[in-house]
């Protein structure tokens, strides 16, 4: 499966759970779909922010719009886009600005306001309408210009959906989990659902909070041993324990090491790092992550274990099984760990 790519039932079939996870599918396959070369996304210009930036093989400037709903405001995006753009000539060396601009929108329909606005524009726009379809194959992404029946093009979506084991005495894991978890890996959504399992069965008191953003589980807002938030960004569910600090578990003596909202990173199967983050998603990243980014965009990397450091602590070394001979399941050893801390609570 393709990171980042998720879909959910809707009543009229199948769609992308949000705007960032169909413009995720349309950046990777730019050159598959419309056979331009991706230049830039989330491209700020004027203060105005242009979800696509392509060109094609004359160096010719693409602008893309995606909306994953009908958007009457659709056709003035892109329109002053264009302006932007040309005002300001970004990515000299490869656009070609003396060539005509592509300016497409994609979505899944179109308000009766986005016709009128081509209609009466000077400029012109390519209107093309997407659908998901699911067939003996898979899923599959269907792209139409408006008013036509053939397809342009038809491009297979690596998803597949979840499948739950029903847990005795374990409610079945709400609509808005299936949907952030329709983005991990199989291994993350097992590891995800195994949490949920062992921590709703500890106790009686333990419950599920539900909210827009976020799904707690503890007794009580202030008495919480899990939360799963979803990420933006990266389009992914993200883990938190209630666990000891690394400051206070690793360098542990006579004193009782401090509880804290850690936060958990994966590698695509198991856990591989943690950091304590006491409110939102925090701003540590992995070497990885930290490693991806323009060397002049990144900061001074202090080492540390508290929730000030700019990278979190390894598992092996958290847990101190670094030259362990079995193999730890993370999932399972961490959440009993946020189990027990929690019962010892009272």
Same mark, same amino acid.
């Given at each position: 499966m393709i990171s980042g790519i998720a879909l959910h039932k809707t009543p009229s079939g199948w769609g992308f759970i949000s705007e960032a996870a169909l413009e995720k599918f349309?950046?990777?396959?730019?050159?598959?779909?419309?056979?331009?070369?991706? #230049? /830039?996304?989330?491209? %700020?210009?004027?203060? *105005?922010?242009?979800?696509? !930036?392509?060109?094609?093989?004359?160096?010719?400037?693409?602008?893309?719009e995606l909306k994953n709903v009908e958007d009457r405001y659709l056709i003035q995006q892109l329109t002053r886009y264009h302006a932007n753009l040309l005002e300001e000539k970004p990515?000299?060396?490869?656009?070609?600005?003396?060539?005509?601009?592509?300016?497409?929108?994609?979505?899944?329909?179109?308000?009766?306001?986005?016709?009128?606005?081509?209609?009466?524009?000077?400029?012109?726009?390519?209107? #093309? /309408?997407?659908?998901? %379809?699911?067939?003996? *194959?898979?899923?599959?992404? !269907?792209?139409?210009?408006?008013?036509?029946?053939?397809?342009?093009?038809k491009h297979l979506i690596p998803y597949k959906p979840i499948e739950i084991s029903a847990v005795e005495g374990i409610p079945e894991p709400p609509e808005l989990l299936i949907k952030w978890l329709s983005s991990c890996t199989k291994e993350e959504q097992e590891g995800f659902l195994k949490v949920r399992s062992k921590v709703l069965s500890c106790n009686r008191r333990m419950k599920e909070i539900l909210d827009k953003k976020t799904i707690q589980y503890g007794s009580g807002k202030t008495r919480l041993c899990a939360e799963i938030c979803f990420q933006q960004k990266s389009q992914k569910p993200v883990l938190f324990l209630w666990l000891p600090t690394p400051n206070t578990y690793l360098w542990r003596d006579s004193k009782k090491p401090i509880i804290g909202r850690i936060r958990i990173w994966t590698n695509g199967q198991t856990i591989s790092h943690i950091g304590h983050i006491p409110e939102g998603l925090g701003k540590m990243k992995t070497r990885l992550e930290w490693e991806q980014m323009p060397v002049e965009k990144r900061p001074y990397m202090m080492e540390s274990l508290s929730s000030k450091s700019r990278t979190p602590v390894a598992i092996e070394g958290y847990l101190r099984c670094r030259d362990s001979p079995e193999k730890l399941d993370f999932w399972d050893v961490l959440s009993a760990l946020a189990i027990e801390k929690w019962l010892e609570k009272g």
């Open positions: 349309i950046w990777i396959n730019l050159k598959q779909l419309f056979g331009i070369i991706p #230049l /830039k996304q989330q491209y %700020i210009s004027n203060g *105005e922010i242009c979800d696509i !930036l392509a060109v094609d093989d004359d160096k010719g400037l693409v602008i893309l990515f000299s060396q490869e656009v070609d600005y003396s060539r005509s601009t592509r300016l497409i929108a994609i979505a899944p329909s179109y308000h009766r306001h986005n016709l009128i606005d081509t209609e009466y524009s000077q400029l012109k726009f390519e209107l #093309l /309408k997407f659908s998901i %379809i699911k067939d003996e *194959e898979g899923f599959h992404f !269907l792209l139409k210009e408006l008013g036509q029946d053939f397809n342009l093009k």
